[in-house]
């Protein structure tokens, strides 16, 4: 079983601050995704990741892939209350048909104003 | 482009009891995938479908749950009997077959045993 590992679990800060987020894994993926999932609904894609060592910018956050595609992490710079969420890392293993993820715990982001 | 659908929104049961949930995909997707969400942790994929054929189902609790896709369309997650532990969100997700990976959600079906 492919196990992902984030951390930290919980974080809560000011706005104007930054943060970075770390997903781990003793597991290779294929590609690795991140979603933001907010109270009562369902996880939404914010990037996905695939090759070693990538690094990716959305706005003010920024997604890197480790070199060995185990571990990956999520920068957000000077956050902004909308940012509070739960940010879920997932790993695939394989593609097309047979494509399914695992996700990590999450990291319960709140930014307060 | 509609999203995934999913009913109920929430379901309060006594443990024992039974309960179903339904799920219809984005039109086109033929993959369909369940997930436990259990409070504090990420999805666990349950059961995964590509149209009406079961791909994966080795993390599904087989003595008390059961799913269903027989159109290859919408699919439905049934539990009996329900137990504490089954406490969750249940959230189905499509992605087409081809293409690029991604999944798309649905709100979730918010489940309580008590």
């Known amino acids: 079983t492919q196990l992902l590992e984030q951390s930290p679990q919980f974080l809560s800060i000011q706005e104007g601050e930054n943060l970075t987020v770390y997903c781990n894994s003793s597991s290779v993926f294929s590609s690795l995704q991140w979603y933001r999932q907010e109270p009562g609904e369902g996880p939404v894609l914010l990037v996905t990741?695939?090759?070693?060592?990538e690094v990716k910018k959305l706005k003010r956050l920024t997604f890197q892939f480790g070199d060995a595609r185990k571990d990956s992490s999520l920068h957000i710079t000077a956050a902004q209350p909308g940012d509070t969420g739960l940010y879920l890392c997932a790993g695939a293993a394989s593609g097309g048909s047979n494509y399914k993820l695992t996700f990590g715990k999450g990291t319960l982001l709140t930014v307060n104003p | 482009e509609a999203g995934v659908a999913q009913s109920p929104r929430y379901k309060i049961i006594e443990k024992r009891q039974s309960v179903a949930f339904w799920c219809n995909p984005i039109s086109g997707h033929a993959t369909l995938y369940w997930y436990q969400q259990i409070l504090g942790q990420g999805p666990k994929l349950l059961i995964q479908f590509q149209n009406n054929g079961v791909v994966d189902d080795s993390q599904l609790p087989k003595d008390r749950f059961s799913a269903e896709r027989l159109k290859g369309v919408d699919s439905t997650l049934k539990i009996q009997p329900a137990k504490l532990e089954d406490s969750a969100v249940y959230l189905c997700a499509s992605k087409h077959s081809s293409g690029a990976n991604v999944l798309t959600f649905g709100a979730g079906s918010r489940l309580t045993v008590l």
């Open positions: 990741v695939v090759t070693g060592g």
